[in-house]
């Protein structure tokens, strides 16, 4: 009986998810719509990708509050690159390189020189934004439509944004379920101190979660070029916040050691998105969107907390 | 290894503490006399409006040889109070604030009141409340129903009924809120013309707008009418209709009827380029003007009103150059 109660708390991100599509499809016939769906996926794309940075940085117990201004200062490198008249690809390349050596700079930081994650990246998330400001100098860049383009091209039917996506979800999965490296990311965020013991480099396995992190940021930020063309002085404000609750959602604890990819942060990027995209499908009431994204956030979390409990019965 | 270490630590401390420093300027007059100083506080520096408005203030000030001292909040309420807390203690003779919103501005209103300092809020109002300071603020409602009335009018010649969105900003934003009313009054009545199918909260989110519309325009592909609250979320529109092959200009057909606010340089470049039919333009330069001028009236004890109102002005196709010289959007443009 207990088994089955666990079973059910674990899939309960996919019973809200399924929950949620048949409310939304009961109320708007177009909702269902496959064109929709892949509405849906596009949009999710970029915080998707973002919180699967952010799930390799939870599942160490850290967190990296840089994302968004990694996002900003890479977009407005890549703006002013294309404004300049340098090819896509280069920009494209600059958005990478910021991405980078952002990161770089956290690792240094949280994994060499052991400052708290918390710490560093809010600073660095205050250094990216003002710089982002100083390279924009606060003004919105229009971006040739080549972003556009890019944005909205498609492979075998599918946008290039949902491609990126699944992309970095199925290499995420692949690399936390079937490498070396992705144990010793589960056995940091269990216990450092242990993990050190037992022989793993764990200043090395921090320093390369928050280069994946930051890697995943710049890329995100690429498609989210695609989809504005456009870079304004909020880009990226926030994501963090956004990255951290579609983890969250998707079941990564936020103390590290557990969680996943796929399904959980796959769904929990979906899920948020899903909602949004309903409630404007319905013409719903403005004022009800951010109390029935934060009920969903909450049962989701809930059930999460129910199922810590069930999985760990003498803990305090 | 472990003085590297101590070094860089230091390093990263150090460039924390002047990051979160802000750059002030203060000085005296050639004669030695006391120069009069202002404080001008700024919740953010985050869009083209406000650094205009920014702009703006400091060339006032500097036209009548005022020395400026300045803060950014951040967006932060309890670090901007202490900011206007901190112009205070240096004793400044008066504080122009944009505040983050109508109720965290009342403490500081009252420090300066404790203080004598006279204190102007700048674009947005204060709550009700007995602490005295004036506002300088663009009527956002009534500016609304006229830029929305023009847009209606646009739709009433074409002769079809019009379904219609209207992206909203922070629902906590006082403007925002105005905006939202002054769009709603216009509707009203004209609800033979206009049908509105979707109303967008965009939390001032270029993401959440351009997701938002791609998700009304699926919802009801014949949208033909959209109202944004901010001229700065345009790109998002843009690439939402682009995506849909909806992004035509006047005259064209299938075109799209769009409105906004604020006066930024690309909705001046759109209405140039024959996309956009109107825009409401705050008047950042009237405003400007009005807040030093209301701060000396105050240092010689002239009672003044409660709020400034900025008229503002509708631009569109038909009025484009003659009122493009005061849109702000349009000189910044024009600077390049």
Redesign the interface.
């Known amino acids: 009986m207990k088994r089955l109660y666990q079973r059910l708390l674990e899939f309960a991100p996919l019973f809200m998810f399924m929950v949620v599509l048949a409310f939304f499809g009961a109320q708007?016939s177009?909702f269902l719509?496959p064109?929709?769906l892949v509405?849906i996926l596009v949009?999710a794309s970029?915080t998707g990708i973002v919180a699967v940075g952010m799930t390799f940085v939870l599942l160490t117990a850290g967190v990296d509050l840089s994302v968004g201004a990694i996002m900003f200062v890479a977009a407005a490198v890549a703006g002013k690159m294309a404004l300049a008249g340098l090819s896509l690809p280069f920009s494209l390349l600059a958005m990478l390189v910021v991405g980078w050596l952002v990161s770089a700079f956290n690792a240094?930081?949280i994994a060499?020189?052991r400052?708290p994650a918390f710490i560093v990246t809010l600073?660095t998330l205050?250094?990216g934004r003002?710089l982002g400001?100083w390279i924009t100098e606060?003004?919105?860049m229009?971006l040739p439509d080549s972003f556009?383009q890019f944005?909205?091209a498609r492979f075998l039917s599918v946008p290039v944004p949902a491609w990126l996506f699944g992309m970095a979800v199925v290499l995420a999965h692949l690399v936390l379920t079937h490498t070396s490296f992705g144990r010793q990311i589960f056995a940091v965020g269990h216990d450092a101190e242990m993990a050190r013991k037992a022989g793993i480099r764990t200043e090395m396995v921090m320093a390369k979660v928050y280069l994946i992190s930051g890697t995943c940021a710049a890329v995100a930020a690429l498609v989210?070029l695609g989809?504005?063309?456009?870079v304004?002085?909020?880009?990226g404000?926030?994501k963090e916040f956004a990255a951290i609750a579609a983890a969250v959602l998707g079941g990564t604890s936020l103390f590290g050691g557990r969680g996943n990819v796929l399904p959980g942060t796959l769904l929990g990027a979906v899920l948020i998105?899903t909602i949004?995209?309903g409630l404007?499908?319905t013409?719903a009431?403005?004022?009800l969107?951010p109390m029935i994204t934060s009920v969903v956030i909450f049962v989701a979390v809930f059930f999460e907390s129910l199922r810590n409990r069930v999985s760990r019965p003498f803990s305090a | 290894m472990k003085t590297i270490?101590h070094a860089?630590?230091a390093s990263?401390s150090i460039?924390?503490l002047v990051?979160?420093s802000k750059p002030d300027s203060t000085g005296n007059a050639p004669n030695g006399a006391r120069k009069i100083t202002v404080g001008v506080a700024f919740e953010t520096?985050?869009?083209?409006y406000?650094?205009a408005g920014f702009e703006a203030i400091k060339t006032e000030l500097s036209k009548l040889d005022i020395a400026m001292v300045e803060a950014v909040a951040?967006s932060d309420a309890s670090r901007q109070l202490q900011q206007v807390k901190g112009f205070i203690t240096r004793g400044v003779d008066g504080i122009i604030l944009v505040p983050k919103d109508a109720k965290t501005c009342i403490p500081m209103i009252r420090a300066a009141n404790e203080a004598q300092i006279p204190i102007v809020l700048f674009n947005r109002p204060a709550d009700k409340t007995d602490a005295i300071s004036t506002a300088i603020v663009a009527d956002n409602a009534k500016l609304t129903q006229e830029t929305v009335a023009y847009m209606v009018d646009q739709a009433r010649k074409i002769g079809s009924k019009h379904k219609a969105v209207v992206v909203?900003g922070d629902?906590g934003d006082i403007n925002a809120i105005g905006r939202r009313d002054g769009f709603e009054a216009a509707i009203k009545g004209n609800e033979n013309i206009i049908e509105v199918?979707?109303?967008?909260?965009s939390e001032?989110?270029?993401?959440?707008a351009?997701?938002?519309v791609?998700?009304?325009l699926?919802?009801n592909p014949d949208i033909d009418f959209i109202f944004t609250s901010s001229d700065?979320l345009f790109?998002?529109i843009?690439?939402a209709l682009?995506?849909v092959g909806r992004y035509k200009k006047i005259g064209e057909k299938g075109h799209v009827i769009l409105g906004g606010f604020d006066g930024?340089?690309?909705a001046y470049?759109m209405l140039v380029d024959g996309y956009l039919d109107a825009t409401g333009v705050q008047d950042v330069y009237f405003e400007a003007k009005s807040a030093v001028q209301a701060l000396i009236d105050m240092r010689e004890g002239k009672k003044l009103p409660q709020l400034i109102i900025d008229p503002g002005f509708v631009i569109h196709q038909g009025n484009l150059k003659e009122s493009s010289p005061r849109m702000w959007g349009a000189n910044?443009k024009k600077k390049g």
Do not use: H
Not at chain 1, 232 to 235: A, G, R, V, W, Y
Not at chain 2, 204 to 208: A, I, L, M, P
């Open positions: 708007s177009r719509e064109r929709n509405n949009q970029s240094l930081f060499r020189l400052v600073a205050f250094i003002g400001l606060t003004r919105a229009n556009l944005g909205s989210t989809q504005l063309g456009a304004s002085p909020k880009f404000e926030q998105q949004e995209n404007v499908m013409n009431n403005p004022y969107y | 270490r860089i630590l990263f460039l924390c990051g979160c520096l985050q869009t083209e406000w650094v951040d909203l629902l199918v979707s109303r967008v909260p001032w989110n270029q993401e959440k351009q997701a938002g791609a998700n009304a699926q919802a700065f790109p998002s843009t690439s682009k995506a930024d340089a690309t470049q910044i």
